[in-house]
């Protein structure tokens, strides 16, 4: 049973950056895919990131693209999301999410393991 754990949420205005960080119990990180998903109020979870085991690959939603940058540190057992140029409309809480098979996989929301969130909150 693998266990995640976000960092690095918070408050920021319009244009500004956040990076989160995902860390995870399992020292094998390198067996899964993983990638980051958010809500916002109303709303249905979205597909947000995510990086194929050896971080060869990178998928983002077309909202995100060319703003957010999804990575991963195996030997650290951790993965991040570098936020920057944030929107109102990125506010949301943020899972992080890891799945034993791919990172396509995890495009369609698939995932074993999920974390418990963190708040990112961007004002105008």
């Known amino acids: 049973q693998v266990q995640l754990v976000e960092s690095g949420g918070g408050w920021v205005q319009a244009g500004g950056s956040l990076r989160l960080s995902c860390a995870a119990s399992?020292?094998?990180?390198?067996?899964?895919?993983m990638g980051w998903f958010r809500q916002a109020p109303g709303k249905e979870r979205e597909f947000v990131a995510s990086?194929?085991?050896?971080?060869?690959?990178?998928f983002y939603d077309d909202s995100v693209k060319g703003r957010f940058t999804i990575s991963r540190d195996n030997a650290k057992n951790t993965m991040y999301l570098q936020m920057n140029s944030l929107k109102p409309e990125d506010t949301a809480i943020y899972y992080c999410a890891a799945d034993a098979k791919t990172s396509i996989d995890l495009m369609s929301g698939v995932a074993e393991y999920w974390g418990q969130g963190t708040q990112v909150t961007v004002s105008s």
């Open positions: 990086i194929s085991r050896t971080g060869a690959n990178e």
């Open positions: 399992d020292r094998t990180l390198i067996n899964y895919a």
